[in-house]
């Protein structure tokens, strides 16, 4: 595996490996890498002959109380993961090859509607920040393929619409959630639970479940399971910050006829941000 700081590079690497006829797929990751992130770079190498992985803790996409600064950094342990899990090129840019004229004073690329929903409603610019990393790495790799987890399930919507909004030739994976056995989506903030927090934090999973299982259709009744969806977190001691059921294809509220479905979750469990998602489908009656 090479690992390549700079854009210039990767460019010629990536040319030549076209040259001998090889399609390319692009994980893009913060770092913190763990057995989710792996699977994606396996779901990558399925698709194409080579793998770049991109590792960038983004600053553009935390707010200004977020841990940007805290973010985990193993470097070499990701470096040594990605190795072995068979990735052609660790792309580690810094900020300055990433964002040349600084990033107050960057382009940004935004998805109107979905990003100040849902997460984008407590995190005002963070999809505004995902976008515009992503579009640089897309700019940079020109990828075949690009892969993303579902857990994220927000940010896979919001890139689906804009490579589809921008007629960006790539086509964009899902990889599934990777979850401990207690259901606990695996996240690389996890390592911010204490032990305590740790043991409450599958409840988050557990309730997403419960109100995919109880789903009652649109309306008031889903509204009212929604709400005591929230107490129940409530309850074993989350903060949240919500739990809806939407479309799963473009967030919106579901109506009588909608068929594929998302719970989606944000909550705090002391200074942790969690959040999780399933998707199910309802049959017409
Ligand atoms: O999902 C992530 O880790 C990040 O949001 C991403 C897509 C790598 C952009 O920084």
Redesign the pocket.
């Known amino acids: 595996m090479k690992t390549i700081r700079d854009i210039s590079t990767l460019r010629e690497v990536l040319q030549s490996f076209r040259q001998d006829g090889e399609t390319v797929a692009l994980v ?3 770092g913190g890498l763990h057995r989710g992130h792996m699977n994606l770079v396996q779901l990558a190498s399925e698709y194409a002959e080579r793998v770049v992985t ?1 590792v ?1 803790v ?1 600053p553009t ?1 935390f707010g200004p109380q977020e841990d940007f600064a805290d973010y985990p950094r193993p470097f070499d342990t990701d470096r040594r993961r990605l190795s072995r899990g068979g990735v052609d090129i660790l792309f580690a840019p810094n900020h300055e090859e990433i964002y040349p004229f600084g990033a107050d004073d960057m382009t940004t690329v935004s998805v109107p509607g979905l990003s100040t929903i849902l997460c984008g409603e407590y995190r005002p610019g963070h999809f505004d920040g ?1 976008t515009s ?2 579009n640089r790495l897309f700019n940079v790799t020109a990828p075949d393929v690009a892969v ?2 579902q857990k ?1 399930y927000q ?1 896979l919507a919001i890139i689906r619409r804009m490579v589809a909004d921008l007629h960006m030739p790539i086509k964009i994976l899902a990889g599934p959630t990777y979850r401990e056995k207690s259901g606990l989506a695996l996240s690389s903030r996890n390592r911010y639970l204490t032990d305590d927090e740790r043991k409450l934090a599958p409840e988050l999973y557990a309730t997403v479940c419960d109100c995919r299982d109880q789903y009652p259709g649109s309306g008031k009744a889903l509204v009212d399971l929604e709400q005591s969806c929230i107490e129940q977190l409530v309850r074993v001691g989350f903060k949240p910050e919500y739990l809806q059921v939407r479309e799963a294809g473009d967030l919106s509220v579901p109506d009588k006829d909608s068929r594929h479905l998302v719970v989606l979750a944000a909550a705090r469990l002391g200074e942790t941000r969690l959040i999780d998602n399933v998707l199910f489908e309802v049959n017409g009656s």
């Open positions: 893009p990751t913060m991109s960038f983004n996409q995902v990393i992503v993303f987890g994220d940010q």
